[in-house]
């Protein structure tokens, strides 16, 4: 049974550029959550996805989106990127949206912005 | 904005001694739910209290929820290497399905 897996693990930008970051659920899982975890801190919620739309949002600009497919796989997305951009960023998956309901994590992609 | 306090933010201790962190909310909590994160790695489900007062053990872990559910505490009996890691607390901000972790507390550990 696989568990959250993220893709790519590493990845370099430029300011300005654009980036995609995909991740796919734990079997069984229906809702997606995106995270922004900075160095020695704590994640920072972005968004969360279920039945394929956004369906809570944190505090971060419209520069971030995202999408969830009919699999449950989601990508996010990232314009213009800023320096304060570079985060480890994590997939959760869960089954419903509900709060209560247990993140399982993915291994992150590690983003660096120069 | 709700917030979820931690603390201390970082603990060191000698392998055998005990060790624990604190949760604090700004607002009452519908649950509370505890991670680990090893050096390098992802957060991983520790734990989950739900009830006003409730405590939970796992092995040498001991999880508190405080009768007003505003605050939580992660206490480890004889703390072993494994333990390292950061532990973060995470609670849903009232109303909404979304949770809000703490900044975590970082453990390590002096053989």
């Known amino acids: 049974d696989a568990g959250v897996t993220q893709s790519p693990t590493h990845l370099i930008k430029t300011r300005g550029q654009q980036v995609t970051l995909r991740c796919s659920p734990k079997s069984g899982h229906d809702t997606v959550s995106w995270y922004q975890q900075a160095l020695g801190q704590g994640p920072q919620f972005i968004f969360q996805?279920?039945?394929?739309?956004?369906?809570q949002r944190g505090n971060f600009p419209d520069r971030f989106s995202g999408h969830q497919f009919p699999n449950y796989s989601s990508e996010l997305n990232v314009n213009a990127l800023l320096l304060g951009d570079s985060a480890l960023y994590l997939c959760?998956?869960?089954?419903?949206?509900?709060?209560?309901?247990?993140?399982?994590f993915g291994a992150g992609t590690r983003l660096s912005v120069l | 904005g709700q917030q979820v306090m931690q603390i201390p933010q970082y603990q060191h201790v000698q392998e055998g001694e005990d060790f624990t962190t604190y949760c604090n909310s700004s607002?009452?909590?519908?649950?509370i739910q505890w991670y680990k994160q090893r050096p390098g790695g992802h957060p991983v489900f520790l734990i989950q209290l739900v009830k006003s007062g409730e405590v939970k053990k796992q092995k040498r872990l001991t999880f508190q929820f405080g009768e007003a559910k505003k605050n939580s505490s992660l206490h480890i009996t004889a703390t072993q290497t494994t333990d390292v890691g950061t532990y973060f607390c995470?609670?849903?901000?009232?109303?909404?399905?979304?949770?809000?972790f703490g900044q975590g507390t970082r453990l390590t550990i002096n053989p």
């Open positions: 959760a998956s869960s089954l419903g949206r509900g709060a209560k309901n247990i993140q399982y």
């Open positions: 607002t009452t909590l519908s649950n």
């Open positions: 996805y279920y039945e394929e739309e956004e369906r």
């Open positions: 995470a609670g849903p901000i009232q109303g909404a399905q979304k949770l809000v």
